[in-house]
């Protein structure tokens, strides 16, 4: 997992790797909650599946026109388009399930 700034979000988007960002905050009690989980879930992905993080409170401009509202919210992208987002995923399970209905197995 890699912190993301707006450039590097970009560059990342468009490339040909589907892309799982999470928008977090250093505050957000629930972010660092499932922070372990997104770790597990980026390892085991890692093949087919990149995963960055960016913090809202550092680049507000791109979280609010990603139109980011509530945080943790992972939105997953595949050649810069996103294909869903899911907020505040309770468990590695949820996350696992969003990217298999995107992705598949």
């Known amino acids: ?12 988007l468009a490339g040909e790797k589907p ?5 977090h905050a250093p505050w957000c ?3 660092r909650r499932i922070g372990p989980a997104l770790k597990k879930v980026a390892a085991q992905h890692r093949e087919r599946l990149t995963v960055g993080l960016v913090n809202i409170d550092d680049s507000p401009e791109l979280a ?9 919210t992972l ?5 810069g388009e996103a294909l869903g987002s899911i907020v505040a ?6 996350i696992e399930e969003f990217i298999e209905d995107f992705l598949g197995s």
Not at 64 to 70: A, F, L, M, P
Not at 75 to 79: A, D, E, N, Q
Not at 89 to 94: H, I, L, N, V
Request: net charge negative; proline share 5%; glycine share 4%.
């Open 75 to 79: 939105v997953l992208y595949h050649k």
């Open 19 to 23: 892309v799982l960002v999470e928008f």
């Open 89 to 94: 995923p309770e468990s590695r399970a949820r």
């Open 1 to 12: 997992m890699m912190e993301l700034n707006e450039n590097g979000y970009r560059e990342l």
């Open 64 to 72: 609010r026109s990603e139109g980011i509202e509530v945080v943790p």
């Open 29 to 31: 009690v629930y972010c």
